[in-house]
């Protein structure tokens, strides 16, 4: 199991759109276990394959409180989402410590398949259906900054470029 790094906005490679899986094989499962740890070590609650450069339609989440409930999505698919929508506080590993707000659906229904390449129907709400747009964004090559005011999100970027000089220093 290896540690993956996460892209950071604004590298170009996270507006790349992923492809679908082909097959459910090895080199799929490792993926799947490197970003399960790549995820808990950076305590984030989703990760998309596009966010480690890999641009295949893979998503691991892990909402629940004792970080011990992984859901694997391959190929996921929204096959229903609620009229409701509701402003949510999102975060993102690929945009360290920027906080917004972002209109979600309240619920969706998705298909896709799991680890061991079988479907899957997972109904998602709360926190589950907010992460699960947010991850499915990154495989559309959509960060969720896009739907921030054209200020706000020029404001994010400068700030991100910075730190990423400042790092490489
Ligand atoms: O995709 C990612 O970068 C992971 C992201 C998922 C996410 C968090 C919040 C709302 C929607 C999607 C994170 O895990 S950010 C870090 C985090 O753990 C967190 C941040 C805000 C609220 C809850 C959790
Ligand atoms: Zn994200």
């Known amino acids: 199991m290896a540690l993956l790094p996460i892209l950071c906005y604004p590298d170009p490679k996270l507006l790349t759109v992923a492809k679908s899986v082909g097959a459910v094989d090895a080199r799929i499962q490792t993926l799947v276990s490197d970003m ?13 394959a596009t966010q480690v450069d890999v641009h295949e339609r893979v998503i691991v989440i892990d909402t629940s409180e004792e970080r011990d409930q992984p859901l694997v999505l391959i190929n996921p698919e929204i096959v229903w989402k609620s009229e409701a929508t509701h402003l949510n506080e999102e975060g993102c590993l690929s945009v360290p410590g920027i906080y917004d707000g972002v209109v ?29 747009q947010h991850e499915m ?24 470029m910075k730190l990423q000089r400042e790092e490489s220093r």
């Open 36 to 48: 399960l740890v790549t995820m808990y070590e950076a305590k984030g609650i989703g990760l998309a």
């Open 104 to 132: 979600r659906h309240d619920a969706v229904h998705v298909s896709a398949l799991d680890e061991t390449g079988a479907s899957r129907r997972i109904e998602a709400e709360e926190l589950l259906a907010v992460c699960i």
């Open 137 to 160: 964004d990154h495989l559309l090559g959509k960060v969720f900054v896009e739907y921030l005011s054209p200020l706000k999100r020029n404001r994010i970027k400068t700030k991100m």
